[in-house]
């Protein structure tokens, strides 16, 4: 017998949906009534402007992007609001540099708990970069130690020898005349160079190829795709991700457990002033709660910190690589258009360094102290961040919490993503005048305030690794640029600028503009050539 659902049930059940739905809105929409923002409509809030704003750009942009344009289009500043409900949660926007000190310096606020629920479906929980409370400062203070300078300095050694390995890659690549990514290539190195200072023991990905590096890759492109509003792409990565999470997983976790069996077995306290590597620190605690038990007597090792190992392990490869290798395609493709700082880059090289290749390599290996005297290649590396930051953290304030702007107390509690975008600040021409413009001697001496460079973040939850960052682009740009000359492939240059603030477009086309991922990666893989210099 055929049952029919009763139309006077379906009319009250459908009216109740479209009830809640109109009041929802209403209540949402409302909180922005008397807030700054862009204008806003009742019914889209600023979907609309969201949706014209992107489809000015190539597909795919990071919304540091998007949020730098409605600023710069409709003259917003400080501390405004974006509403992109029900798509994404809504937004607080800052954009000068004290508004985010406020988050970021003078009062810690915890990071956005959408971080965490990002980078758990595929990378696992309590990652360092947006773990909280006491899980961020036991990964904190585990970590710290083997990312201080004196520790970074000890390493100068394995990223000479890496990068040696790299500029054979670049003379068969020079001869043979062939366009490849050098995000694939770049990030082979990088993964080579943070291996050891993770794990102790070398990777080969640039000699052997790497099962680490190709199933961290699949995590990233899995990330990626996590990002995507298609249900069937998110769909795959569901079904996918668990085989691959399973094979990564017992991968790290054997290393991990033959780590401690050989500390135990060679009864190794691992330093916290000299360390071996930073799986060494954050196996410290375990090491010493062992007492004197070792091999069958030492504790069993918990599962929980053995997941929090496997998962921060996994994390700090994938943040690595991603900010040193992306900034390093950026740099070498505003070098390829800026033959004078490709000049002024090798004099200073000559200069510190010397000219003859094997006496450069000894100097880094023997002094890497001197590597704190390339200030104009230290300017480039910043000044190609300044132009392509890799992203942005979001942080979540508690109840009742205020943000002064002007003499006005602005909200910036209830869930609200606060959005530090310093993208925007780093665009705005009261902070560096043509914005737009390559000029590294922006930061010679005391040319730009601390705070307005914030590509690493501030405060104590900036950019953990940033140091090692930075001594690792300065390693490979002194033993790659002074030899070898890079150019983009296949550009194709806007004949007009597309963005309101920047004109990159029209010299490097669509590539200028970065896009969404884990991080704002370089487009298409940054394809390349490159010459030997004779």
């Given at each position: ?10 009319i ?13 809105l ?7 009534r ?33 949020i ?6 409709y ?30 310096v ?26 909280n ?68 023991f ?29 249900p ?13 999470q399973?094979r ?38 375990t ?54 700082a ?13 000219k ?28 190609a ?16 919490s ?36 390559f ?9 730009v ?64 503009f ?21």
């Amino acid at each position: 017998m055929e049952i029919k659902f009763p139309s006077y049930f379906l009319i009250p059940l459908v009216g109740a949906v479209i009830l809640d739905f109109v009041y929802r809105l209403y209540r949402r929409r409302s909180r922005f009534r008397d807030l700054p923002k862009p204008p806003h409509s009742f019914l889209w809030g600023h979907l609309k402007i969201m949706g014209e704003v992107a489809s000015q750009y190539p597909p795919n942009c990071h919304p540091q992007l998007y949020i730098t344009t409605i600023a710069r289009k409709y003259d917003m500043k400080g501390v405004w609001y974006l509403d992109l409900w029900p798509i994404a949660d809504p937004q607080v926007i800052l954009t000068e540099p004290e508004v985010m000190d406020a988050v970021q310096v003078t009062r810690v606020y915890n990071q956005h708990r959408i971080s965490e629920d990002l980078l758990q479906k595929v990378v696992g929980k309590n990652v360092v970069a947006t773990a909280n409370g006491p899980v961020w400062k036991k990964l904190h203070n585990a970590m710290a130690p083997a990312l201080l300078p004196s520790h970074i300095r000890t390493l100068t050694g394995v990223m000479a020898d890496q990068t040696l390995i790299f500029r054979d890659t670049l003379r068969k690549l020079s001869s043979s005349g062939q366009v490849f990514s050098m995000e694939h290539e770049i990030s082979k190195l990088v993964f080579d160079i943070v291996g050891p200072l993770i794990f102790n023991f070398p990777l080969h990905a640039q000699t052997q190829g790497s099962p680490y590096l190709d199933d961290l890759r699949e995590i990233m492109a899995m990330l990626n795709d996590q990002l995507s509003m298609n249900p069937l792409t998110k769909l795959k990565v569901k079904m996918k991700k668990h085989a691959v999470q399973k094979r990564v997983d017992a991968s790290v976790s054997a290393k991990i457990r033959e780590r401690l069996a050989a500390l135990r077995s060679e009864s190794i306290v691992p330093s916290r002033k000299d360390p071996l590597s930073i799986l060494d620190l954050m196996l410290r605690e375990t090491v010493l709660q062992d007492g004197s038990g070792k091999g069958a007597k030492a504790r069993e090792f918990p599962e929980d910190e053995l997941e929090l190992l496997v998962t921060n392990v996994k994390g700090l490869l994938v943040g690595a690589m991603g900010t040193t290798a992306d900034t390093l395609c950026y740099v070498y493709m505003l070098l390829s258009k800026h033959p004078e700082a490709v000049q002024k880059m090798r004099q200073e090289f000559d200069n510190v360094f010397g000219k003859d290749l094997e006496t450069v390599v000894e100097n880094i290996k023997e002094h890497p102290i001197k590597l704190n005297e390339l200030e104009y290649t230290t300017g480039v590396i910043k000044e190609a961040m300044r132009l392509f930051p890799v992203g942005f953290g979001v942080k979540e304030a508690p109840q009742g919490s205020t943000l002064n702007y002007q003499g006005r107390e602005l909200p910036i509690d209830d869930s609200l993503v606060i959005v530090p975008c310093w993208h925007s600040m780093h665009f705005d021409p009261r902070y560096f005048p043509e914005p737009s413009a390559f000029r590294p001697e922006r930061f010679l001496g005391e040319g730009v305030p601390r705070g307005w460079f914030r590509s690493f973040s501030r405060g104590p939850r900036a950019c953990l690794g940033q140091d090692l960052a930075i001594e690792d682009m300065r390693v490979i740009l002194l033993l790659t640029v002074r030899d070898f000359d890079f150019e983009c492939a296949n550009l194709q240059p806007n004949p007009k600028p597309k963005a309101p603030f920047m004109d990159l477009d029209t010299i490097f086309g669509d590539i200028a503009f970065q896009e969404l991922a884990m991080e704002a990666k370089p487009r298409g893989g940054m394809m390349m050539t490159v010459n030997e210099k004779r």
